[in-house]
C-alpha cells in the first residue's frame, strides 16, 4: 500500500494551494481519507475526512470554511484545496486511509507528507 502525498510549496498569506493524494496498493473505494498536519514542535492535527464515497466530509475548526476535501475514486485521488491560507497553516501534510470515521481516526495507512510553508 503506497498513499504519496503533493503540491505543497511556498505561497504567500491569503494565498491557495491544493494538494493531492494518490493512493495504490488497495481497493481505494472501500476507504476513508484524511488530511493530517503536523506543524514544527506541535502535535499531529487531524484536518479533514472524507468517507468512501465522498458523500460525507469533515473539518477540523482551525480550517472549515477555507479547505475542502474531495475524492476522484476513478483515479485513486484525495485533493484538498487550501484557500485563504495562514501562517499558522505551515505544517507538513499527510494523507491517511482506512476503514474508519471521523471520530475513530484509526488510519491504517500513511503518506510520506508535503511540506506547505505559509509566508506572512
Known amino acids: 500500500v503506497q498513499l504519496q502525498a503533493s503540491g505543497g510549496g511556498l505561497v504567500q498569506a491569503g494565498g491557495s494551494l491544493r494538494l493531492s493524494c494518490v493512493v495504490s496498493?488497495?481497493?481505494?473505494?472501500?476507504?476513508?481519507v484524511a488530511w493530517v498536519r503536523q506543524a514544527p514542535g506541535k502535535e499531529r492535527e487531524f484536518i479533514s475526512h472524507i468517507s468512501f464515497s465522498g458523500e460525507v466530509t469533515f473539518y477540523s475548526d482551525s480550517v472549515k470554511g477555507r479547505f475542502t476535501i474531495s475524492r476522484d475514486n476513478a483515479k485513486n485521488m484525495v485533493y484538498l484545496n487550501m484557500n485563504n491560507l495562514k501562517s499558522e497553516d505551515t505544517a507538513v501534510y499527510y494523507c491517511a486511509a482506512g476503514r474508519t470515521g471521523w471520530f475513530q481516526k484509526a488510519y491504517d495507512y500513511w503518506g510520506q507528507g508535503t511540506l506547505v510553508t505559509v509566508s506572512s
Open positions: 496498493g488497495l481497493p481505494f473505494s472501500n476507504y476513508a
